[in-house]
């Protein structure tokens, strides 16, 4: 079987270029009701930095066209876990793997895949809006352009992330204009129709509305479920009420201390259908975090 990398005309079912399914015993070790068609799996996953035990054995699965939620403390580790979904924990000196992560059936972190092929298919918006210095079309097309991405029209690509994003109508007459001039939530929606430009399979969401006011908020909350037909998507929020709205299923996380070095060290303690997990969680340090007695 091939391993290569990725490149731009790679097919969803064979997305790094080899194909399999997805580990049975996976499918088995993940806390909760598992999706019916998952795209993504972690399976024993274990994250370090330097020696720093920073996740412990998470095992969840992402099902196809839904919104899946992680939510918990600060510091308990679930944006960790969203980084390296698309191998961004990459970038970090130190930063170290164990486990799977398995996309369409394939180990992302396999030898002979490549992290940017892997963030072809795998997107991500981030907490603070970051557009490019760039003109709003130039924002769009960057992501097509350096991939070699073949379009029949840039113009039309450009015009239909822009509409995907719900931001078209607020900026096709001021396209040659830099996206700084942009609000706040509308530069976050702009960097949604960037990250769709290149027609990922996942979108991985860091917080995204948490430097939002709150109609800016209510924008992309409603873009999220819009989008939630085409792709799926991951997202990290710290606000439990913008989980049990948007989401279809929700992970839990917690922090354990360490009696010796107080590093705190996160776990994953309940996933579920998200109105099952608000309404009735199984653990009750799960209800604790929800009702507000802790975290």
């Not at 993940?30 to 930095?49: K, Q, R, S």
């Not at 209510?218 to 710290?238: A, F, G, N, P, W």
């Amino acid at each position: 079987m091939s391993t290569q990398p990725a490149t731009a005309t790679t097919s969803p079912d064979e997305p790094l270029g080899i194909s399999l399914s997805i580990d049975e015993e996976a499918k088995h070790s993940v806390i909760g009701e598992v999706p019916a068609e998952a795209v993504m799996d972690t399976y024993h996953l274990n994250v370090f930095y330097g020696d720093f035990h920073a996740v412990h054995d998470v095992n969840l699965q992402f099902g196809k066209n839904e919104i899946t939620a992680m939510i918990g403390p600060s510091g308990c580790g679930k944006s960790t876990v969203l980084r390296c979904l698309n191998r961004m924990n990459d970038l970090i000196p130190g930063a170290r793997v164990e486990g799977a992560i398995n996309y369409h059936g394939q180990n992302i972190y396999a030898k002979g895949i490549d992290p940017i092929a892997v963030r072809q298919h795998i997107g991500m918006v981030f907490q603070k809006p970051n557009p490019f210095p760039k003109s709003i079309y130039d924002n769009i097309a960057y992501g097509p352009r350096v991939i070699g991405m073949k379009v029949d029209s840039m113009d039309d690509l450009v015009e239909g992330a822009l509409r995907d994003a719900a931001l078209w109508d607020e900026v096709k007459d001021k396209l040659k204009q830099s996206a700084f001039g942009l609000s706040g939530g509308q530069q976050q929606r702009l960097c949604i129709a960037r990250t769709i430009a290149t027609k990922p399979d996942v979108i991985l969401m860091d917080e995204p509305c948490s430097a939002l006011d709150p109609i800016a908020t209510s924008k992309v909350e409603d873009l999220m479920m819009q989008l939630r037909k085409d792709y799926t998507i991951i997202v990290v929020t710290h606000n439990m009420q913008q989980a049990a709205r948007v989401s279809d299923r929700t992970a839990f996380f917690t922090a354990k201390p360490d009696e010796t070095t107080g590093n705190r060290t996160g776990l994953l303690v309940e996933f579920d259908l998200t109105k099952r997990l608000f309404s009735n969680p199984e653990d009750k340090r799960t209800e604790d975090y929800i009702s507000g007695r802790f975290g």
